[in-house]
């Protein structure tokens, strides 16, 4: 049986209770022989703030840099809103995302058939759909120099992010999009602005040159962010794969998300480059909603982007596309049986909680 390390960051918020499901899961996977896993936790966020005044500690980077792959649960809530920025929660998630060096983000946004009601697009919009969005996570205006305010002297402050890429972003990004479509319905749609930002000029010129020379099997598209975001809410399912930088990739995926039926359903995997020596890349796995502090502690939260984060890893990481697939499959039967957690219930029947949704989900799990 294959050993796997695995270091758990649950965070802050719901992040510990929908990683309590995961824990649970491994739990019943190790059982059923799928793979043995290890797993470490560690502090990330205002969890490592309290505990070190940092919003991740060295040591807790050494064993995400160490490990199989990293889990990761939710950072951030109004307990730090006064702390300092560079150790503000997200600091935490923004270092594992740069020092590990995980450049591509996958967010796949697929409404379960169950669910379709749950969004607040109407059904033939969004049943049925399976969209990825390829987000572009280590550079952009997240990570550009200079960043900083400076004071003018004349009683005027200016605050400056930058936007910067270089060719090799924008192309290793690419082919992480065109490989990926190659194996779905075979269409990349390429997504920045190019009329008004340079990069965006870059972004796009660089995007068709690839495609040129190594994917001209691959129907490509090019969307202007703006006009993207509208056509994702008025039909969505002309997309596969949508390829995009930072920060339209995070607005953009917030966006497919609420298409499923709610944020508490969307996983995400963040890669790194493969290492052609071990043929292993580096990786986490998030959901890509946030801590929801509003709901924290109350057992409400919906554990089911996180599982379907580990479902990611099983088959990113470690290859095991057969147990990633019971898994969606057990999450897909325990939304047909009726099953909700409060965020996804569109009718008068009762929520359950976030650790019956996991129990759920475990039992309908078949070998
Ligand atoms: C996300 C989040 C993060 C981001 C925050 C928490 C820094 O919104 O993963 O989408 O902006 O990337
Ligand atoms: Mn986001």
Redesign the pocket.
């Known amino acids: 049986m294959n050993s796997y390390k695995l270091l758990l960051l649950p965070g802050d918020g719901i992040g510990p209770e929908v990683m309590a499901e995961v824990e649970k899961m491994l739990a019943r996977l190790t059982e059923m022989g799928v793979a043995r896993f290890e797993t470490e936790r560690g502090l990330v966020g205002g969890a490592a703030y309290d505990a070190h005044g940092q919003a991740i500690s060295e040591s807790d980077m050494a064993l995400a840099m160490a490990a199989d792959a990293v889990l990761f649960g939710?950072?951030?809530g109004p307990k730090w809103d006064g702390v300092p920025y560079e150790v503000r929660?997200?600091a935490g998630?923004?270092r594992l995302?740069k020092d590990l060096a995980l450049f591509a983000?996958l967010r796949p946004a697929i409404c379960y058939p169950a669910l379709a009601e749950a969004s607040s697009l109407k059904r033939e919009i969004v049943e049925g759909l399976d969209i990825m969005i390829v987000?572009e996570?280590t550079g952009g205006v997240?990570f550009g120099e200079p960043k900083q305010i400076i004071d003018l002297g004349n009683g005027q402050k200016r605050g400056i992010d930058t936007q910067v890429y270089d060719t090799y972003e924008i192309e290793r990004i690419g082919r992480v999009a065109f490989e990926l479509a190659r194996k779905r319905r075979n269409k990349v749609t390429s997504s920045e602005k190019r009329n008004v930002m340079k990069s965006g000029v870059l972004w796009h010129e660089t995007i068709v040159a690839l495609h040129r020379r190594d994917y001209a099997d691959v129907t490509l598209e090019h969307q202007l962010a703006d006009s993207l975001a509208m056509q994702l809410v008025r039909w969505p399912k002309q997309f596969d794969v949508i390829v995009t930088d930072?920060?339209f990739?995070?607005m953009l995926?917030?966006i497919a998300a609420m298409l499923t039926g709610s944020l508490g359903m969307l996983p995400?995997a963040s890669l790194g480059e493969v290492d052609k020596a071990t043929d292993k890349r580096r990786a986490l796995y998030?959901p890509?909603h946030?801590s929801a502090p509003d709901i924290a502690g109350k057992g409400m939260a919906n554990p089911i982007a996180m599982i379907g984060s580990l479902a990611m890893c099983l088959r990113y990481s470690f290859g095991l596309g057969d147990a990633a697939d019971a898994v969606d499959a057990a999450i897909s039967a325990t939304l047909a049986a009726g099953l909700r957690t409060a965020d996804i219930k569109s009718d008068a029947r009762e929520a359950i909680s976030t650790s019956a949704m996991g129990d759920a989900i475990i039992a309908r799990l078949k070998a």
């Open positions: 939710a950072v951030g929660p997200e998630l923004l995302r983000n987000r996570l997240y930072n920060l990739g995070d995926s917030d995400s998030e890509v946030g």
